[in-house]
């Protein structure tokens, strides 16, 4: 190689280090920005639940921090309505939503399960809202990651890995060493808080099938699902029942030998956020409609307060802006997993809890004892190592990105003819 070829090739070289340093910060930029967004309206919308259904009986009102509406399923009803409503006016009014179109199977078997998830993870959590401190019921929530790690190896949308696994580990135990202390603990919030983390594990792993659709097999490698596909094409692609496609003959037999790919062998390619949670939301509002309206009979002659006009209209209100929060929260946790993983959303939701948690102190004015900080410290490293192994691996995946599209493969094959004659 001559000098020339040398600078050349060192030109080349800068040039796409250059880009791939480029597109590596726009990601990170893009994956912290909707991350930072998902914990803005997380934490906003934890206080607002603690608060809402916070009642200050044996308060002074000069202490109390709570609203007096210990109904949360009937909030947490009202705020699916009230997103479907919002997004069904976007979507027919305005015409900024396209229309959603899943076949029966995804419905039934994917996105049914998902919205029975979402109305059990929201209610069992408010609900634990009004026998624990918000502070608790963030730290019992931190064994989500745990949780998530195992549901997603079990069903392929990720690789199995030691070192990640000792770092959720490592972050749970520090979360769980600083709810220790934990003096207002109660029997039936902890176990409605943990059916919950369950619950919203296994909605994280369905969420991320529903939005990535086929192309989340390609990330792990594998299929979640026997009758989900295996197919990594963009759009809809043959299911993985179908018979294989018979090589190519070279003399124009393969069209008249191919089957005809028809709508029911088809598999899902997966919806955007919006569209998710406009499917979504009408099935998980339906299912509380009964609950919610069991717990306001049974406890509407309890509460004074409910015979009064004014205090109605207002808490008519705060709902309304808590739906606000709420579906906010939805679209960013859903492009939070869109544009990382489901695990990868947990754990970032460690460290939203360790912000929840001050916020809640500032606000509740909950104690919080040397432990607590033993715990958080130890939580925080996990949540670094982790993040820098997350780095890492997203800088491997832009390079390699950038070598195929640099070298694309050779496209020269050996013409059908002369493998004949050879043979």
Same mark, same amino acid.
């Given at each position: 190689?001559?000098?020339?070829?040398?600078?050349?090739?060192?030109?080349?070289?800068?040039?796409?280090?250059?880009?791939?340093?480029?597109? $590596?910060?726009?990601?990170?930029? /893009?994956? *912290?920005?909707? !991350?930072? =967004? +998902?914990?803005?309206?997380?934490?906003? #919308?934890?206080?607002?639940?603690?608060?809402?259904?916070?009642?200050?009986?044996?308060?002074?009102?000069?202490?109390?921090?709570?609203?007096?509406?210990?109904?949360?399923?009937?909030?947490?009803?009202?705020?699916?309505?009230?997103?479907?409503?919002?997004?069904?006016?976007?979507?027919?009014?305005?015409?900024?939503?396209?229309?959603?179109?899943?076949?029966?199977?995804?419905?039934?078997?994917? $996105?049914?399960?998902?919205?029975? /998830?979402? *109305?059990?993870? !929201?209610? =069992? +959590?408010?609900?634990?809202?009004?026998? #624990?401190?918000?502070?608790?019921?963030?730290?019992?929530?931190?064994?989500?990651?745990?949780?998530?790690?195992?549901?997603?190896?079990?069903?392929?949308?990720?690789?199995?890995?030691?070192?990640?696994?000792?770092?959720?580990?490592?972050?749970?135990?520090?979360?769980?060493?600083?709810?220790?202390?934990?003096?207002?603990?109660?029997?039936?919030?902890?176990?409605?808080?943990?059916?919950?983390?369950?619950?919203?594990?296994?909605? /994280?792993?369905?969420?991320?099938?529903?939005?990535?659709?086929?192309?989340?097999?390609?990330?792990?490698?594998?299929?979640?699902?026997?009758?989900?596909?295996?197919?990594?094409?963009?759009?809809?692609?043959?299911?993985?029942?179908?018979?294989?496609?018979?090589?190519?003959?070279?003399?124009?037999?393969?069209?008249?030998?191919?089957?005809?790919?028809?709508?029911?062998?088809?598999?899902?390619?997966?919806?955007?956020?919006?569209?998710?949670?406009?499917?979504?939301?009408?099935?998980?509002?339906?299912?509380?409609?009964?609950?919610?309206?069991?717990?306001?009979?049974?406890?509407?002659?309890?509460?004074?307060?409910?015979?009064?006009?004014?205090?109605?209209?207002?808490?008519?209100?705060?709902?309304?802006?808590?739906?606000?929060?709420?579906?906010?929260?939805?679209?960013?946790?859903?492009?939070?997993?869109?544009?990382?993983?489901?695990?990868?959303?947990?754990?970032?939701?460690?460290?939203?809890?360790?912000?929840?948690?001050?916020?809640?102190?500032?606000?509740?004015?909950?104690?919080?004892?040397?432990?607590?900080?033993?715990?958080?410290?130890?939580?925080?490293?996990?949540?670094?190592?982790?993040?820098?192994?997350?780095?890492?691996?997203?800088?491997?995946?832009?390079?390699?990105?950038?070598?195929?599209?640099?070298?694309?493969?050779?496209?020269?094959?050996?013409?059908?003819?002369?493998?004949?004659?050879?043979?």
């Amino acid at each position: 190689m001559d000098s020339e070829q040398l600078e050349t090739a060192n030109g080349s070289g800068s040039m796409n280090r250059t880009w791939i340093s480029s597109r $590596l910060l726009r990601s990170v930029a /893009l994956i *912290a920005s909707i !991350i930072l =967004l +998902s914990w803005s309206f997380s934490g906003s #919308l934890v206080i607002y639940n603690k608060w809402i259904f916070q009642v200050c009986e044996d308060d002074s009102p000069d202490n109390c921090r709570g609203w007096g509406f210990p109904f949360p399923l009937v909030v947490t009803c009202s705020h699916m309505i009230l997103i479907f409503g919002c997004l069904s006016i976007a979507m027919h009014v305005f015409k900024v939503i396209q229309k959603p179109e899943v076949d029966k199977q995804v419905y039934w078997y994917k $996105l049914v399960p998902y919205a029975v /998830l979402v *109305a059990l993870d !929201i209610g =069992l +959590s408010n609900v634990a809202f009004v026998y #624990l401190e918000a502070t608790f019921v963030e730290m019992c929530k931190s064994s989500m990651p745990a949780v998530v790690m195992l549901l997603s190896v079990l069903s392929g949308l990720e690789p199995f890995s030691y070192f990640q696994m000792g770092l959720v580990l490592l972050i749970c135990i520090g979360l769980a060493i600083s709810s220790v202390g934990e003096a207002n603990f109660s029997v039936v919030g902890f176990i409605t808080v943990m059916a919950a983390v369950f619950m919203g594990s296994t909605k /994280l792993v369905i969420s991320q099938y529903l939005i990535q659709g086929a192309q989340s097999n390609e990330a792990a490698g594998s299929v979640p699902d026997s009758n989900d596909g295996n197919d990594n094409n963009e759009g809809y692609s043959m299911t993985a029942t179908d018979e294989p496609e018979e090589p190519s003959l070279g003399n124009g037999e393969e069209e008249q030998t191919r089957k005809p790919q028809s709508a029911k062998e088809k598999v899902f390619k997966g919806l955007s956020s919006v569209q998710i949670l406009y499917l979504q939301t009408p099935i998980s509002g339906m299912l509380l409609v009964i609950p919610s309206a069991v717990s306001l009979y049974l406890r509407v002659g309890h509460i004074d307060q409910l015979s009064d006009s004014g205090y109605l209209a207002k808490t008519l209100f705060i709902i309304i802006l808590g739906g606000c929060l709420a579906i906010n929260l939805d679209i960013f946790n859903l492009l939070a997993v869109k544009y990382t993983s489901a695990i990868s959303l947990t754990i970032a939701g460690v460290a939203r809890t360790s912000f929840i948690i001050l916020a809640s102190w500032l606000f509740f004015r909950n104690e919080i004892t040397t432990m607590n900080f033993v715990g958080f410290a130890i939580c925080l490293v996990g949540v670094v190592l982790y993040n820098i192994m997350k780095y890492q691996k997203l800088k491997r995946e832009i390079a390699q990105d950038a070598y195929k599209d640099n070298n694309p493969p050779a496209t020269d094959q050996v013409p059908t003819s002369d493998v004949v004659e050879n043979a």
